[in-house]
């Protein structure tokens, strides 16, 4: 069982639901998909929103390991992306050298502001962290009471590990952001950086077409269905 953890937010339901289908549409192994909810997780998580937060998993995303026991792999996301490749390809560049991998992104954002009017707060290793292939044996140190009171930075940075040299590396287009990465028609994972199509503003961004298409697909009724739901 692959073993996959999606970040949640009331304001992108949708994103979530066409992410989610699009992960199973490729799959040629079962998935487990958990939300990162934070209405589920009430006795766990127990920090206050930072006014930084441009999401409400922007923290809660680092429970992944506990939330699986420490044990296995598993794979964390933004809800903000679209999948157009098996994730088995992903989860088989899964290396024990390494306590998480990730892409590691040059990525230095030149506005001040993203979607919602979050402010894009700009750190090293920028988006390290929308997508992360935890080996949840190694990555005891993220325990509910250290998410709960470590920085934004401590967290995003990785600074919970001994070495940067337990972080490995995956392709690029296993996080293709849009809007920043060069345009590739070949991304695997596509992460819609600064807004989703689903917002007008970025309705016309590059794989904009491809999100409304697996929206229509997650949504798809066939006409025996609509016989019966209309009988």
Not at 32 to 41: A, C, F, H, V, Y
Not at 113 to 132: C, D, P
Not at 162 to 178: C, F, K, Q, S, Y
Request: charged share 20%; proline share 4%; glycine share 4%.
């Amino acid at each position: 069982m692959i073993n996959v953890f999606i970040g949640y937010d009331p304001k992108e339901v949708g994103a979530f639901s066409v992410l989610s289908h699009s992960i199973h549409e490729h799959a040629s192994q079962p998935v487990s998909i958990t939300p990162i909810m934070l209405s589920q997780l009430k006795s766990i998580y127990k920090r206050e929103r930072n006014p930084l937060q441009s999401t409400e998993f922007s923290f809660s995303r680092f429970l992944t390991p506990y939330l699986s026991a420490y044990d296995g792999w598993s794979i964390f996301m933004d809800c903000d992306m679209l999948m157009t490749e098996d994730i088995v390809n992903l989860w088989n560049m899964r290396d024990d050298r390494y306590a998480v991998m990730c892409v590691k992104h040059d990525h230095q954002p030149k506005e001040d502001i993203k979607f919602l009017n979050a402010v894009q707060t700009k750190y090293q290793k920028k988006n390290w962290s929308s997508v992360m292939m935890f080996n949840n044996a190694k990555c005891h140190a993220l325990t509910p009471d250290y998410v709960n009171t470590a920085t934004g930075l401590e967290l995003h940075q990785f600074k919970w590990l001994a070495t940067d040299d337990l972080i490995g590396e995956i392709p690029a287009r296993w996080n293709h952001l849009v809007g920043y990465s060069e345009p590739n028609s070949g991304a695997a994972l596509i992460h819609f950086t600064l807004g989703g199509p689903y917002f007008n503003e970025y309705k016309d961004c590059e794989h904009a077409q491809a999100w409304f298409d697996a929206k229509q697909r997650a949504l798809h009724v066939s006409q025996r269905e609509e016989i019966n739901n209309a009988a």
